[in-house]
Structures are given as structure tokens and as C-alpha cells.
């Protein structure tokens, strides 16, 4: 197998692929930004014969927030316009296809945390160190494995799906949006946010996950619609107490504790 070589590709020549589906946040392009400035530019991009950006849409928004006048690419030549539009979607969905191993991940964030390393360069939110370390970087807020969630006991009926979540409040919004004047561009933020008001029935649900599929079952537990595994959960980032909340049971474990 030939391995291509990298160029120098100056970024005022650089066009980004017209209908690249992926999207890049402010917040993501500033951590990228960062990552570059602590580790410097790491992973070339990749272009066509055109200098059509392929990969790296999102590394290129950075570079350009720091000045910089080149980059280096990997130039792809002899792709089919499908290859070439395959590979802008495959570059992206494959990487998010990884996991993590949770224990060496947090074994070595442990490590690299410790040596004062400013670990916001790593891609990670407060909220998700939080949640993967069991710390608190406020005074007001804390994860705890010490919960007792409510607990639900299933029946033998199966209820069916229609009845495990109710979305009148959300449909009755997103009417109201469609028919708006605002840009479709607004109307798509207000519909995800109008899916925050669908309700769910927990007992229900825990009637049919008894009766579900092993497959159904772990994606409502990664849903966290249903929590078997608390430390899982937590890990998620589902779990999550205020330091109110944390001192009212805290009499409770002090006791079972002792």
C-alpha cells in the first residue's frame, strides 16, 4: 500500500465541501483551537484534486481563528464524485463509532489531572469530568453513587409503546413553530427544544423493558429510560446531585456506614 505525503496547503485556498453535513459549534472550534496551540496541528487535512476540503472542516475553522496561513493536507486523487462525498460522511461517523474503556479513561485522566495539566484542551465539559471522576468543581454540586433512585416493580402487563410517553405538549409546541415566521433555521432549534416536554410514564416502562429485547433493554438503559447500573448512569452523566440534596441523605450513609 502507497501511503500519500502530506503538502503545505495555503488556507486562502482551501474551499470547503459545499454540502458538508457535519456542523462545528464556536465552544468546538475553540477547544480544537486550543488543541492545536498546546499540541500543534497534528492531523493533516484532506483535499481533492480542487483543493476541495474532504476532512477537516472543523481543524480548518480553527487555524483560520489563530491566523495561521498554512496547513498541511493529503491531497486525494482518483476518487468518484460518490467516493469523494462518501468519505466527507465517512471520516466523520466512523470516529464516533468508538467507545471509551471507562476505567483506563478515568485512570488516566486521574493521572494527567494530578500533574495540574489543564485538561480542558482534551475535548471534555466540566460536567462530563464530573461525571466520569465523581468530583465537583463547584461548591453547589456533586455526583454521588449514594442515590436512591425511585424504584419501580413491573407487572406482568406489557404496555404498548404508545403509552410510555406522552408528547401533547411537545406536538401542540412544534405546531406552533411550524406555522411561526421565524427562519427554518430557528424553527429546527425550537423543535428540539419543544422534545424536552414529552413526558414519560416510568412505570410503564418498567413494565415493557422487563419484557423487552436484550438489545431494547441496553438502549434504554443508555437512554438512562431505565437504570440498572448506577455507576453506568452516573458515568453518562444522568446522575447528578446538588450539594442540597447530597446533605439530607447524608445522615442516612453516615448511619449505613458505620
Known amino acids: 500500500m502507497n501511503f500519500p505525503k502530506h503538502e503545505i496547503i495555503p488556507i486562502s485556498k482551501l474551499s470547503p465541501f459545499e454540502n458538508n453535513s457535519r ?23 484532506l483535499i481533492d484534486e480542487k483543493n476541495t476540503i474532504i476532512a477537516g472542516h472543523g481543524r480548518v475553522l480553527a487555524a483560520k481563528s489563530l491566523d495561521m496561513a498554512g496547513l498541511p493536507a493529503i491531497r486525494l486523487t482518483g476518487l468518484s464524485d460518490t467516493q469523494r462525498r462518501a468519505l466527507v460522511i465517512a471520516d466523520n461517523q466512523l470516529a464516533l463509532n468508538a467507545d471509551w474503556d471507562m476505567d483506563k479513561l478515568k485512570y488516566e485522566l486521574s493521572e494527567i489531572i494530578e500533574t495540574g495539566f489543564d485538561v480542558s484542551v482534551l475535548g471534555f465539559d466540566d460536567s462530563a469530568l464530573d461525571a466520569m471522576l465523581g468530583t465537583g468543581t463547584t461548591d453547589d454540586s456533586a455526583y454521588s453513587r449514594k442515590v436512591e433512585a425511585p424504584t419501580y416493580t413491573p407487572s406482568d402487563e406489557v404496555p404498548p409503546l404508545g403509552m410510555l410517553f406522552n408528547t401533547d405538549k411537545a406536538d401542540s409546541l412544534i405546531e406552533q413553530i411550524n406555522s411561526a415566521g421565524v427562519s427554518d433555521d430557528e424553527k429546527a432549534f425550537l423543535r428540539a427544544a419543544a422534545e424536552r416536554h414529552t413526558v414519560f410514564d416510568f412505570a410503564k416502562i418498567a413494565d415493557y423493558y422487563a419484557a423487552a429485547s436484550a438489545e431494547m433493554q441496553n438502549l434504554m438503559e443508555s437512554s438512562a429510560l431505565v437504570i440498572i447500573d448506577f455507576d453506568k448512569a452516573i458515568a453518562g452523566g444522568f446522575v447528578k446531585l446538588s450539594h442540597d440534596v447530597l446533605e439530607q441523605y447524608a445522615a442516612e450513609y453516615d448511619d449505613d456506614d458505620a
Open 23 to 45: 456542523t462545528h459549534s464556536d465552544d468546538q472550534i475553540k477547544q480544537v483551537a486550543n488543541s492545536i496551540k498546546e499540541f500543534g496541528f497534528t492531523n493533516p487535512i
